[in-house]
């Protein structure tokens, strides 16, 4: 079972030093420690569109803890960016695929969450993006990305 001990160390780590969490699960190899983030989303993906039909008490308390967990480490490891909310620091953005699947999987995951209510989950997600736009505090992503991507969400209305 999932739980904040198994989805959220990757983010506390990066540098975090606000978050309570001090007791952590074995992290899964490739998923955990390759693509970091992209378990998180996962779960997110999945209990996030389970709560938008059913009402669970434990899972929403679940996917809570997990967003409350991302946005505890926010800006971490971004240079002071406020908006930086991945598990990996910025430099590790081209490790792998992290900075593509690992991101494409935690951003549908924190959507998926604030469609079952999680409020902070767009707000997370719009600071996110708003870093990843910015053209001088994002050093690893080229112009013609970031315009591809500032489209996409722009017509989400994140």
């Not at 970091?36 to 899972?59: C, I, V």
């Not at 081209?94 to 707000?123: C, P, V």
């Given at each position: 079972m999932?739980?904040?001990?198994?989805?959220c160390p990757s983010f506390i780590t990066k540098s975090?030093?606000?978050?309570?969490?001090?007791?952590?699960?074995?992290?899964v190899g490739f998923w955990d420690t390759d693509l970091r983030g992209s378990n998180a989303g996962r779960?997110?993906?999945?209990?996030g569109n389970t709560l938008r039909w059913t009402e669970e008490p434990a899972l929403r308390a679940m996917v809570s803890a997990v967003v409350?967990?991302?946005e505890?480490?926010?800006?971490?490891?971004?240079g002071g960016s406020g908006?930086?909310?991945l598990a990996f620091p910025?430099?590790?953005?081209?490790?792998?695929?992290?900075?593509?699947?690992g991101r494409s999987w935690f951003t549908q995951g924190l959507i998926e969450a604030g469609k079952a209510g999680n409020t902070k989950a767009f707000s997370l997600l719009r600071g996110l993006y708003d870093w990843f736009?910015?053209?001088?505090?994002?050093p690893v992503c080229v112009a013609s990305v970031r315009t591809c991507v500032w489209v996409c969400v722009g017509r989400h209305g994140f």
């Amino acid at each position: 079972m999932h739980s904040r001990k198994h989805l959220c160390p990757s983010f506390i780590t990066k540098s975090c030093a606000t978050c309570a969490l001090h007791q952590f699960i074995a992290q899964v190899g490739f998923w955990d420690t390759d693509l970091r983030g992209s378990n998180a989303g996962r779960f997110l993906m999945g209990a996030g569109n389970t709560l938008r039909w059913t009402e669970e008490p434990a899972l929403r308390a679940m996917v809570s803890a997990v967003v409350d967990g991302v946005e505890a480490c926010r800006g971490n490891g971004s240079g002071g960016s406020g908006g930086y909310i991945l598990a990996f620091p910025p430099a590790g953005f081209m490790h792998s695929e992290q900075g593509d699947y690992g991101r494409s999987w935690f951003t549908q995951g924190l959507i998926e969450a604030g469609k079952a209510g999680n409020t902070k989950a767009f707000s997370l997600l719009r600071g996110l993006y708003d870093w990843f736009n910015n053209r001088t505090g994002n050093p690893v992503c080229v112009a013609s990305v970031r315009t591809c991507v500032w489209v996409c969400v722009g017509r989400h209305g994140f």
